[in-house]
């Protein structure tokens, strides 16, 4: 800088006789150190536009590479060893701009899968069933999602996979596709078996109307202990977003070690800040199994805490995030069902009893389902089982969010800092002295926003949803305008 002045003053040794140009007033100056700061922080954004453009090609080549091998490797082997199916009516984005594309005429595996053989091969889990609860009404991200198409059929990353696609990427390393269940609603069924596809038909779980997390994670227990009375399973909700496969691989891993020895194992979150919309579970010591070192007792479910609480719970380094995700032996689900939710677990039992016939299947259905209490299965068995001395939790360091509102998804999606997270189509937004916030150009049309900051703007083709992201988790309360004031076919 001091180089710089003395330049812009005619240098150390100029003098009133010189033949140089004369020094520059001190506006002159100062006009000319801003134009060369201006130029300066233009080039450095060009550069950085640059590395992030190369970045992403180069990411997007070696997935390339990486999925040519695989297919080379196998033969064009699905997953489930089988040959890729063609693309079926409806796996396009016909139900909603978010839906995970439809299968390229070159079909590939997932790059943590080669054909009946996986990347992480010693990971398969002997006994383990998976269960992925898939429910929802698209109320938390509406307009987005809908009741016909929640976010678990959403392509929320733009990767070309659904959120339940991706569960399912997750999860097969520890499993063959035989031993992984979904439970959803009947109207979700068919989208559901389209994404897919490797899924076993009778693997489907469909119920008929939403009954909270203990009835349908309870239906898959007590169908699958009468399919394999030593099962394991874990239950692993089709809408969450995670990070760190490995670490998540590994907790799992030892949540199924901990079950074992006849717990019921949660998995908790470290928590990274004192977050309001989450559950909290309170830890014990070590039960030091050798399988599971990171295996703690359960003391207390906490429900979700206001800010001050929430802070508390971090400082004293004893709370971890609920974050849903349970696995335990089957047998012993159905046990603590009958003991601590008995009308829960009898009408599920008649269920159970005719569930390889279908017609009498669906008059169990009708006779008993709408009866059933609607619960949670933190308040219908974790709650009185941890008391009981039967929780373990699994500490995990992975990242982890349930995607609850635009704001967390907003927190998801790439940005230069300071500047609205962008769904969708980059070149149908305009923006001009904005900061924070997400669009959603779903439309098909530009959206300009200006001299607005942490908004959230979701303009979808029958819907314009403009909120802040303070109030993003409120979004629900539109949904129940939306029915109360007769206009249902936006729901």
């Known amino acids: 800088m001091s180089g710089l002045l003395s330049t812009l003053v ?36 060009e550069l950085r536009d640059q590395y992030h453009d190369l970045k992403q090609a180069n990411a997007n080549l070696e997935r390339q590479l990486r999925e040519q091998l695989t297919l080379n490797a196998n033969g064009g082997i699905t997953p489930g060893g089988t040959r890729p199916p063609s693309p079926r009516p409806g796996m396009g984005r016909s139900g909603s701009l978010f839906a995970p594309r439809e299968p390229p005429s070159m079909w590939v595996p997932s790059p943590m899968v080669r ?27 509406w307009p987005l999602s809908r009741e016909t198409h929640p976010k678990f059929l959403l392509d929320l990353t733009q990767s070309g996979r659904s959120l339940l696609q991706a569960t399912w990427d997750r999860l097969l390393p520890l499993c063959s596709p035989n031993r992984l269940m979904v439970v959803t609603g009947q109207v979700h069924g068919e989208p559901v078996s389209q994404q897919l596809p490797d899924m076993l038909p009778n693997n489907l779980l469909c119920e008929p109307s939403p009954k909270d997390s203990a009835a349908a994670i309870g239906l898959s227990a007590v169908v699958l202990a009468r399919r394999d009375p030593e099962a394991i ?38 928590p ?34 206001d800010a001050r609480t929430a802070s508390a719970y971090l400082a004293t380094g004893a709370y971890s995030w609920n ?21 829960l677990h009898a009408g599920l039992e008649k269920i159970a009893e005719v569930w390889d016939d279908e017609k009498k299947r669906e008059q169990a259905f009708a006779d008993v389902w709408p009866s059933l209490p609607k619960i949670a299965i933190d ?43 962008i769904l969708g189509d980059p070149n149908l937004v305009l923006l001009e002295q904005v900061a924070g916030g997400i669009v959603v150009p779903a439309a098909g049309r530009l959206v300009a926003c200006l001299g607005v900051d942490d908004l959230v ?13 303070a109030r993003s988790q409120e979004v629900k309360r539109i949904v129940k305008l939306l029915g109360a004031n007769g206009l249902k076919t936006l729901l």
Do not use: C
């Open 10 to 45: 005619g240098g150390p040794n100029s003098t009133e006789g010189s033949s140089q140009a004369p020094a520059l007033s001190v506006e002159g100056m100062f006009s000319q150190i801003m134009a060369a700061v201006q130029k300066s922080n233009s080039e450095l954004a």
């Open 115 to 141: 054909g009946d053989k996986t990347l992480h091969q010693d990971r398969e889990l002997p006994g383990f069933w998976v269960v992925v609860p898939a429910g929802g009404v698209g109320s938390r991200l």
């Open 233 to 270: 399973m874990g239950s692993f909700a089709a809408d969450h977003m995670i990070s760190g496969e490995d670490a998540f691989l590994t907790a799992v891993t030892e949540a199924v070690a901990t079950a074992r020895n006849d717990f019921l194992v949660t998995i908790g979150i470290a």
């Open 272 to 305: 990274s800040h004192p977050a309001t919309g989450f559950g909290y579970i309170k830890l014990g010591e070590l039960l030091k199994l050798k399988d599971a070192p990171n295996a703690r007792k359960v003391l207390q479910f906490k429900e979700k805490p």
């Open 323 to 343: 974050a849903g995700m349970f696995v335990v032996k089957a047998q012993m689900l159905v046990d603590l069902l009958k003991e601590n939710a008995p009308e």
């Open 379 to 421: 308040n219908a068995v974790a709650e009185p089982a941890a008391a009981a001395g039967k929780v373990a939790v699994v500490k995990a360091t992975f990242g982890w969010d349930d995607v609850g509102d635009f704001g967390s998804l907003s927190d998801l999606l790439p940005a230069e800092r300071n500047q609205a997270r």
């Open 457 to 469: 703007i979701v303009d979808t083709p029958d819907a314009l949803l403009v909120t802040t992201r």
